[in-house]
């Protein structure tokens, strides 16, 4: 004679499942928040690249579509939103003048909602200012 086996198991799952989604889904929402700040800081870090390219380079800014060096430097981002501030300043690099580009733009979180008070304990701001900062020396113009 076979013996039936009762599941009682079932029950038991289903209140661990209610209590843990919760803490799943807000991991979820961090995870997702913390590769969107990684992809906007590299996304960043190229406009100010490309931004001082644009700059240190006089006879590649002739032959640009671009207009400005903020014009170069956005058009490799065309997708942040918003729109970062592109600076541009003049500075001396080991000697020799040069450029620095600077890119400044604000990343809003998706968990920022009604517990931000309570994420900001955890690390976890609603809204933090991105910038990043390149250094290039001028391209010398040679003379032929």
Not at 6 to 27: C, K
Not at 57 to 62: E, F, G, K, S
Not at 101 to 129: D, E, H
Request: aromatic fraction near 10%; charged fraction near 15%; hydrophobic fraction near 40%.
């Amino acid at each position: 004679m076979t013996r039936r086996r009762t599941d009682r198991r079932g029950g038991a799952a289903t209140v661990e499942l209610a209590f843990l989604l919760p803490f799943i889904l807000f991991l979820a929402v961090i995870a997702t928040d913390w590769a969107r700040l990684f992809y906007y800081t590299i996304a960043l870090e190229t406009v100010a690249r490309a931004g001082a390219q644009y700059a240190a380079d006089p006879a590649a800014r002739q032959q640009s579509p671009y207009t400005t060096m903020s014009d170069a430097a956005l058009a490799e981002a065309p997708n942040l939103s918003p729109a970062p501030t592109v600076t541009q300043s003049a500075i001396t690099v080991n000697g020799r003048a040069g450029v620095r580009v600077t890119a400044t733009m604000t990343f809003n979180t998706y968990s920022g909602f009604s517990l931000s008070t309570r994420l900001n304990k955890f690390g976890v701001p609603q809204s933090q200012t991105l910038t990043r900062t390149v250094d290039m020396r001028l391209i010398p113009t040679t003379t032929n």
